[in-house]
């Protein structure tokens, strides 16, 4: 994927017509961060093995020193400190390369070094059998990740058709928000490490068990956090950017998403749960459902009737309460715990 986000980054960053000046940074930091494509890669995948074996200390201690190294060369390079050459967007994107690529040559070295819970082994890795399993068990979660993108994509292109402050404001909303969903995205690899171990020890019932609780959790927390930032919302934007347009609207943002947050934490650890139990199929049909099909028609019709865009951004509303239902109705449903048998 390094090749094509290259070469075409500008036909890519132009897919949302925004503003020539806009369009050309973006296609600056696509073409700069696909070269750390592979590096990136390598980090996901020994961190998914972590998490899996059950250590989920280790990914943490890496993703903190790649977020230290990151902040310190995001500063030097867009404003020229440190000795550092002043890049601008360029540079904020070459920073978030080099610190992905630091992490995964630690990654990599500890693995290597034999360091961490899962082995290097020995022999052929790459038999038949093992090709079939990880091809049967990643394709769907691969082409469920595609057609994430696909929905982003179809959605930030409609929100882009209002101009550049809502596109602006929808990234600045995700980012503060972030606070409060990352949490789901934990709770969503517990899920996953614990619904696999339990079912894989012959414990069906401590695997049902842990998915509920895990959702839960999740939305205990997410709600709790997500109302906070609500409570802070024009506070942290207008920290963030001094345009008042963009303010405003990334408020509206924040406030449609926060209020989906319970449902985006039983969307991420059902999804985790079934993940983990090797059931990667039905969470694909449900990202098309909801992410692709019912967000992407909500604010295409919004958008062809002329409503504002504060409605568009109304769209997650349904994206995540048909996902959410959806992965309620399967995980009850336990046909999941089949699958590894």
Not at 24 to 35: G, Y
């Amino acid at each position: 994927m390094t090749l094509p986000a290259f070469f075409f980054a500008d036909q890519l960053a132009g897919i949302f017509e925004l503003d020539d000046a806009t369009v050309a940074d973006a296609a600056s930091f696509i073409r700069v961060m696909s070269l750390f494509n592979v590096a990136f890669a390598m980090s996901m995948v020994i961190g998914s093995a972590l998490r899996a074996a059950g250590d989920t200390l280790t990914p943490l201690w890496i993703g903190l020193g790649t977020n230290c190294v990151n902040v310190f060369l995001v500063y030097g390079l867009v404003f020229g400190q440190f000795g550092l050459p002043a890049m601008g967007v360029r540079g904020a994107a070459l920073a978030t390369g080099l610190s992905l690529l630091s992490g995964s040559m630690v990654s990599l070295g500890l693995w290597w070094g034999g360091k961490l819970r899962i082995p290097r082994g020995s022999g052929v890795a790459l038999t038949q059998q093992r090709v079939r399993q990880l091809i049967r068990i990643g394709y769907p979660a691969g082409l469920e990740q595609a057609a994430m993108q696909v929905g982003f994509i179809v959605f930030l292109w409609i929100v882009s058709l209002y101009g550049t402050a809502p596109y602006a404001a929808y990234g600045i909303g995700v980012q503060i928000l972030s606070f409060s969903f990352v949490v789901g995205i934990g709770f969503n690899i517990a899920a996953s490490t614990h619904v696999g171990q339990k079912l894989g020890a012959g414990d069906p019932e401590g695997a049902e068990h842990s998915g509920w609780r895990a959702m839960r959790l999740a939305v205990l927390t997410m709600a709790i956090l997500s109302g906070l930032i609500i409570m802070t919302a024009e506070s942290i934007a207008s920290f963030i950017i001094d345009d008042p347009e963009v303010v405003r609207l990334t408020v509206v943002f924040i406030y449609v998403l926060g209020a989906a947050q319970p449902l985006m934490a039983i969307d991420f650890t059902l999804g985790g749960a079934l993940r983990g139990a090797g059931d990667t199929r039905f969470p694909l049909v449900t990202t098309i459902a909801g992410l692709v099909v019912v967000r992407g028609c909500v604010a295409g019709l919004l958008a062809l009737l002329d409503f504002g865009v504060e409605w568009v951004f109304c769209a997650l509303l349904f994206d995540y309460c048909v996902k959410s239902s959806l992965m309620s109705w399967r995980f009850r449903r336990r046909a999941w715990q089949k699958i590894v048998i």
